[in-house]
């Protein structure tokens, strides 16, 4: 009985509105008990600051008075968060593993990186050019019904689109 | 309890949450873009109706706010440019397999390449803070 409700928590993939229910859930309860609207590409803003030399920069020095705010521990909390889950379903440790990418793109590591850096860089200017990303603007946006947030969305979602669709039709071996 | 131990918690539960449902995994991700897998639609989905449904909720409440506080709820403004930066986000998003929360996730499942996608957002939120200095309409 113990192993098998284990089981279904820590090593099954979960059904989809398991997961959607405690995501949402974050919305009202940051409200609740800390006034805080759900967010996370903010707080990269204070990893720069803390990691790179941009003190200096306006922009920083303006929105990033006190880079140690709670964002940092949010952020820190999602990394232990994600190590928990695959240590506790048997999986922990460091892989090169990214599903097709390293099944069906076959490049050296190097390359790799190079390819998930630039998407990080895009994902990291635009998250500040359109004021937010997944969590702020997708999920805390448009469950407070925001028209900014819904038409970001959207864009969010052409870009996402149009990216996959040029990766597998380039790299994975042609249109799906 | 202290706010910054609050997130820390509640941030261990969302990448808990976004690894086990399986947010942090890139074929979930491509397949949800190229149409072979929608799980990740259903998530996000589940999740702004659970978020919509609990604000309104919270919004009933004598007390919104623990504190007392009157619930303030701020939309994200849409500059200018807002939803270029909104494509050129959905691009990073196709290519990597990852978003901004997701990638944290990455990380502590190990997921090399999902290091580098971190240490990518990190210089390109330090490159949109360069290029604010000479733009202030960014």
């Known amino acids: ?31 609740y008990y800390y006034n805080t ?33 709670w964002r940092v521990y949010f952020i820190a909390g999602i990394i232990l ?20 990418f390293t099944t069906l793109v076959g490049w050296p590591a190097i390359a790799g990186a190079i390819y998930f850096f630039s998407g990080g860089l895009l994902l990291g200017l635009g998250a500040r050019i359109a004021g937010g990303c997944t969590s702020g603007h997708s999920i805390h946006g448009i469950a407070n019904l925001h028209i900014s947030s819904i038409l970001a969305t959207i864009f969010f979602l052409v870009g996402g689109i149009i990216a996959a669709n040029l990766v597998q039709a380039v790299l994975m071996g042609g249109i799906w | 309890m202290n706010k910054n131990l609050g997130f820390l918690g509640f941030g ?35 999740a702004i109706i659970t978020g919509a449904v609990g604000m309104q909720v919270l919004k009933k409440f004598k007390h919104p706010i623990k504190s007392g506080e009157p619930l303030k709820i701020n939309a994200k403004q849409l500059g200018r440019w807002s939803l270029l930066g909104a494509g050129i986000f959905g691009l990073g998003w ?9 990638v944290l996730a990455q990380l502590g499942e190990g997921k090399i390449y999902g290091f580098f996608t971190f240490i990518g957002m990190i210089f390109g939120t330090y490159l949109y803070a360069r290029l604010k200095e000479k733009h202030p309409s960014l």
């Open chain 1, 1 to 31: 009985m113990i192993l098998e409700i284990y089981r279904v928590i820590f090593i099954n993939p979960w059904p989809y509105w398991a997961g959607g229910i405690i995501i949402g859930l974050l919305v009202p309860l940051l409200y």
């Open chain 1, 37 to 69: 609207a759900l967010g996370v590409s903010t707080g990269y803003g204070n990893l720069v600051k803390i990691l790179l030399p941009a003190g200096k920069l306006k922009w920083i020095k303006e929105k990033y008075p006190d880079p140690w705010n």
């Open chain 1, 81 to 100: 968060g994600g190590f928990i889950a695959s240590a506790l379903s048997g999986n922990a440790g460091f892989t090169f593993d990214m599903g097709r």
């Open chain 2, 12 to 46: 261990t539960l969302f990448g808990f949450v976004l690894s086990r449902t399986g947010a942090s995994d890139y074929d979930l991700i491509m397949g949800m873009f190229i149409g072979y897998d929608y799980t990740l639609v259903g998530v996000i989905g589940t």
């Open chain 2, 94 to 102: 196709g290519i990597s397999g990852a978003c901004p929360g997701t």
